[in-house]
């Protein structure tokens, strides 16, 4: 009713009061009402908790004070008072059937109503039964309002002394209560930092293996500075097994250094992967030891904070265990000791798996709901060391490497001596190839294009047989998938007592030991290449398969090729119809082709003895694609001045040591020169040349 009363008249008020008696309605409704109209056993009663009826008390004090204010309308009063005497009688009867607290009796009587009208509830309600109960709230509201109000004469104003002092007691109190909070803060923060340090992970200094029980099982390693010789023995992961070859058996304590490739972490449990070497893993694994359950907490968080590609140290013991993950695949590490040497950041440009995936694999990933990412050539480029971490990648370095090997034994098997020739040089040494220049103290010079000049001029020298392998330069603008502007040339030299096939001889031999020694030796290797770019082995003859230029001329006529005059260059897609016919005729995807004309072939180039315009000259192919070029060299030095007129050259400076070791005597001599990144991208049958290039220089890219 009350409320009705308030909603019918709320524009009549001012919105100091309707705010007041609002306030009122809703404490007094809700708190006192609320309680009656549930049942005696309902325990939410505000009569059934003490401090509930104090808080009744505080608004009916409250409002008391509010009737005795002499302004803010009679009609308010009048609404106040019909509002008090009702609460009044809810609250006695409240009392009588639950049993409220007996301070409040009294009160309860007084805001009983015992008139009709509402000036006499009020009277009733406010009467002299209530000054005992109303004196708290009255002199602490009521009377400070009054003397605002009516300028102080319901009671004596306050001293500026006393405002003083109550107003400093105020600021002690507020005081005492921030220093109460800051001392509060305080502690939770000592109490907070105390936690932290007790659940910190140290790094570990690791000085000795002798001292190894004194340090944590777990945490960074110290930065490795060279303090000391550990003493540790670590192992290969390819030497641990359960087989009778493996070097660490079940049951033995090993060392091992590696690549974090993976982790997982569930519980009190911990499996991981240790990649060592790009392609040899090993699973480890960690769980809860229930004797020392605070110091196998720590080691789960440390494992936790462990990212992928981080460089760790394991002690672990070797456990039998059946693995079909790992190459490792019949034993385990039970981790006892953890460090990380090196930590990679969480973020990668690219995960390691994702690069170690095929075409293949990708592209049938592509229709369903996890698709796996291509990765892009140059963010590879980009990224290059991490490329390399991909198994199949990182073996294509090994072959390259193995490929430079087994020509340095076989040629070192045939008499060659391995020379290293300049790399800046006063002049071009292959005319029709592109050149570097550069400034060499105010002279003109030139980044080699090949040591040709140097090894004729090593034959000079009466070095009968020679090789370099080393790095050349061609300023060549090509983006194609073959070339290079810096790339690793294998070359060689020799004299020849009669014909030129005499080096073609050398160089199949030569090949043929790279061939077969790839395949015996570095088997495992080529595997795992085969893996991610598929490919077949090369097939060769035992001795020289050698085409001449009238035989591929009509090859190449017959498969619809228009050769012109017969004295043009051949192009990429005549030298793979080239190689698909030698293979279906003589059974090879090694072959030579020879006697090319004079017109396309390098200054330096012996004619050919019948035509002049053909030349003694050869290419050798690699699965229908050109590897190398050579020739019988020109020793006669009038012969040579004769060529470099007709072809328009100028004999500079660049020439003339050159020219004058052949006028002092040389012998008749041949060679040949091998791009190595080109003989490794056609025998692994790959896409583009950069793959075989550990960090390749082309025309968009001079880094890293």
Same mark, same amino acid.
């Given at each position: 009713v009350a409320d009705a009363e308030l909603h019918k008249r709320r524009r009549a008020t001012s919105d100091g009061d309707r705010v007041g008696v609002r306030c009122l309605l809703l404490h007094t409704s809700s708190g006192l /009402? #609320? /309680?009656?109209?549930? =049942?005696? =056993? $309902? !325990?939410?009663?505000?009569?059934?908790?003490?401090?509930?009826?104090?808080? +009744?008390l505080q608004f009916l004090r409250r409002a008391y004070a509010y009737h005795q204010m002499p302004s803010g309308g009679s009609t308010c009063r009048r609404r106040?008072?019909?509002?008090?005497?009702?609460?009044?009688?809810?609250?006695?009867?409240?009392?009588?059937?639950l049993g409220g607290s007996r301070s409040a009796v009294p009160l309860a009587r007084a805001f009983a109503p015992s008139a009709t009208t509402m000036g006499t509830a009020r009277r009733a309600a406010f009467g002299g039964a209530t000054a005992r109960f109303m004196s708290e709230g009255a002199t602490e509201s009521a009377a400070p309002k009054q003397n605002q109000q009516q300028g102080g004469g319901g009671g004596e104003e306050k001293t500026e002394e006393e405002k003083a002092a109550i107003k400093a007691a105020r600021e002690a109190r507020k005081a005492e209560k921030e220093r109460k909070k800051a001392e509060k803060k305080a502690k939770k923060a000592a109490e907070k930092a105390a936690r932290e340090e007790a659940e910190r992970i140290h790094p570990v200094t690791y000085l000795s293996s002798s001292e190894q029980d004194s340090y944590e099982k777990f945490g960074d390693m110290s930065r490795i500075m060279s303090r000391s010789r550990t003493g540790r023995d670590f192992a290969k992961v390819s030497s641990i097994g359960s087989s009778d070859e493996a070097e660490h058996k079940p049951g033995s304590s090993v060392w091992v250094r590696g690549r974090l490739q993976s982790i997982r972490v569930k519980g009190g449990s911990c499996f991981l992967v240790l990649r060592q070497n790009s392609f040899h893993t090993v699973q480890a694994c960690y769980f809860k030891d229930k004797s020392d359950p605070d110091g196998s907490a720590k080691m789960i968080k440390y494992l936790k904070s462990l990212t992928v590609e981080s460089v760790i140290d394991l002690e672990g013991i070797v456990a039998e265990a059946d693995v079909k993950s790992c190459s490792v695949g019949d034993a385990e590490l039970q981790i $006892? %000791? +953890?460090?990380?040497?090196?930590?990679?950041?969480p973020i990668l440009p690219f995960l390691v798996e994702d690069a170690a995936r095929s075409e293949e694999e990708v592209e049938a990933s592509q229709g369903t709901d996890r698709?796996?990412?291509?990765? #892009?050539?140059?963010? %590879?480029?980009?990224?290059?060391?991490?490329?390399? %971490?991909?198994?199949? $990648?990182?073996?294509?370095?090994?072959?390259?490497?193995?490929?430079?090997?087994?020509?340095r034994e076989s040629l070192y098997s045939r008499g060659f001596v391995e020379i290293h020739t300049p790399k800046l040089i006063a002049g071009e040494s292959e005319s029709g190839a592109g050149v570097f220049t550069t400034d060499y103290f105010g002279t003109r010079a030139c980044l080699a294009q090949s040591p040709q000049l140097y090894k004729q001029m090593a034959i000079s020298s009466d070095f009968d047989r020679v090789f370099e392998i080393g790095p050349v330069f061609r300023a060549e603008n090509s983006?194609? !998938?073959?070339?290079?502007?810096?790339?690793?040339?294998?070359?060689?030299?020799?004299?020849?007592e009669d014909h030129y096939e005499e080096t073609l001889e050398v160089i199949h031999g030569v090949f043929k030991h790279i061939f077969e020694g790839l395949e015996t030796r570095w088997g495992n290797e080529l595997s795992v290449i085969r893996e991610q770019y598929p490919s077949e082995r090369v097939t060769f003859t035992d001795e020289p398969c050698i085409l001449h230029w009238p035989e591929a001329q009509e090859i190449l006529t017959e498969k619809g090729f228009d050769m012109g005059d017969g004295l043009g260059d051949l192009t990429g897609a005549m030298e793979l119809a080239l190689g698909e016919a030698v293979k279906q005729k003589y059974g090879t995807d090694f072959f030579m082709l020879d006697k090319y004309p004079s017109s396309i072939r390098p200054f330096y180039t012996m004619p050919d003895p019948d035509d002049p315009q053909f030349s003694n000259s050869y290419d050798i192919f690699l699965r229908g694609q050109e590897i190398c070029s050579g020739a019988q060299r020109c020793h006669d030095p009038d012969l040579v001045v004769e060529i470099l007129e007709e072809k328009g050259i100028e004999a500079g400076d660049g020439l003339k040591a050159y020219m004058e070791s052949f006028r002092h005597g040389v012998s008749p001599h041949a060679g040949a020169?091998?791009?190595?990144? %080109?003989?490794?991208?056609?025998?692994?049958?790959?896409? $583009?040349?950069r793959k075989a290039s550990m960090f390749p220089r082309d025309p968009n890219r001079c880094t890293p």
């Open positions: /009402g #609320g /309680g009656v109209a549930r =049942s005696h =056993s $309902n !325990r939410y009663s505000p009569f059934h908790h003490p401090h509930k009826a104090q808080i +009744i106040v008072g019909a509002v008090t005497a009702a609460a009044g009688a809810i609250m006695m009867s409240s009392l009588l059937l $006892n %000791r +953890i460090h990380a040497v090196s930590k990679a950041d698709p796996f990412p291509r990765l #892009g050539q140059e963010l %590879r480029l980009d990224h290059r060391w991490m490329d390399l %971490r991909a198994p199949a $990648n990182n073996a294509i370095m090994r072959v390259q490497s193995a490929v430079c090997q087994l020509f983006h194609t !998938r073959r070339h290079l502007c810096e790339f690793t040339g294998l070359d060689l030299e020799m004299s020849i020169g091998f791009g190595m990144e %080109r003989v490794v991208f056609y025998y692994l049958g790959l896409d $583009n040349v």
